[in-house]
């Protein structure tokens, strides 16, 4: 970090305050080497801790800034190993808690540009996210921040938040990539009972239930490559013009080659068309999930009749879903 950052950010600091020419010299400052280091990425964290008077240009500067420090600053890029990711999580959880949107806003960018993070990390954002809907209190029931009567209320659920929760749990990462897991599927259901006597955007009905869809019908065509697979794919590409198949068995090992190169070079024995509607049933396994979820408080709500409509009608027509 440069002498001149340092004082930078010790007066930013003392003031309390980051306006709009501060993010310039930032910018300036930061990039003037077209990267971002360890020792300047730890800065920027403790800046956006320290001020919580922050111009409105800060938030797009922090997450550009420190998306490309997380995702892009590492081989190979695009993706966040465990240490990256823990370093993350344990720079804005100094007190347990996400506090900024500028935070949250990061976390979710994160989760939607790189190739693969750690599930821990899709995992935490969530939290976040649900704690603010069952607390209350958050980055996301700050005045301002979200639009409706009763921004304290416990359980309401916001159209900041819906968007949240639809980009976090679409984010193309994580243990179910493009299909939601079983973990949110259940985050959803604890999000549901807890508003139903509280208000919600008008968004939140059409998220719940084909989100729950999803988890219950939907098809994954595409895995991203694993960490060690794109090293590995990176390491032999020279090799690629002279055996396919021996270059797919160096990369992939005794593993199933990805998606992408099995529907470009490699023969399918199964079409993806016969592979959805296959998915798009409901199994007896995932119908007991559902019912004990439903009869959980002893009656069928609203949302819960609207999903078991969506999911006979798309019984009847299988389709892909998505948010």
């Known amino acids: ?23 310039l010299a930032l910018r ?26 922050r111009a409105i240009e800060w938030v797009d500067y922090f997450v550009e800034v420190m998306c490309d420090y997380v995702v892009h600053q590492q ?37 939607e540009t790189a190739n693969a993070v750690p599930q821990t990390l899709k995992t935490y954002a969530l939290k976040q996210i649900e704690a ?50 079983r973990d949110e599927a259940e985050l959803l259901f604890r999000l549901k009972d807890a508003n139903l006597n509280a208000g919600h955007s008008a968004q939140w009905p059409d998220l719940f ?6 988890h219950m019908m939907a098809h994954a065509a595409y895995q ?28 992939f090992g005794r593993r199933a080659p990805d998606a992408r190169l099995s529907k470009t070079v490699l023969d399918n024995s199964v079409s993806d068309d016969a592979a959805v509607i296959a998915d798009s049933v409901v199994t007896q396994g995932e119908r007991s999930w559902l019912d004990a979820r439903i009869d959980a408080d002893g009656a069928q709500d609203v949302l819960e009749t609207q999903l078991m409509n969506f999911i006979r009608r798309e019984q009847l027509a299988p389709s892909r879903y998505s948010a």
């Not at 971002?36 to 964290?45: H, K, P």
């Not at 301002?144 to 193309?172: F, H, M, S």
């Not at 239930?209 to 999803?214: E, L």
């Open 209 to 214: 239930v084909k989100a729950i869809a999803n």
């Open 28 to 53: 300036r400052l930061v990039w003037h080497d077209g990267g971002v280091n360890s020792e300047e990425a730890d800065t920027l964290m403790a800046l956006n801790a320290a001020c919580p008077l």
């Open 132 to 181: 603010a809907i069952l607390t209350g209190e958050g980055p996301t029931r700050k005045t301002g921040l979200v639009v409706g009567n009763g921004l304290l209320d416990k359980g309401a659920i916001y159209d900041t938040e819906v968007e949240l929760l639809r980009r976090v749990i679409y984010a193309q990462v994580g243990d179910g990539t493009y299909v939601v897991s």
């Open 75 to 111: 081989q190979p890029a695009g993706y966040v190993d465990e240490a990256k990711a823990q370093w993350l999580m344990q720079a804005i959880d100094r007190d347990g808690k996400v506090d900024s949107l500028a935070e949250l806003e990061l976390l979710v960018k994160v989760l």
């Open 224 to 251: 991203p490559l694993t960490r060690e697979e794109q090293q590995n794919l990176d390491a032999y590409a020279a090799d690629t013009s002279v055996s396919v198949l021996r270059f797919a068995s160096r990369v």
């Open 1 to 23: 970090m440069t002498a001149s950052l340092a004082a930078l950010a010790a007066e930013l600091t003392q003031g309390a305050e980051i306006t709009a020419e501060d993010v």
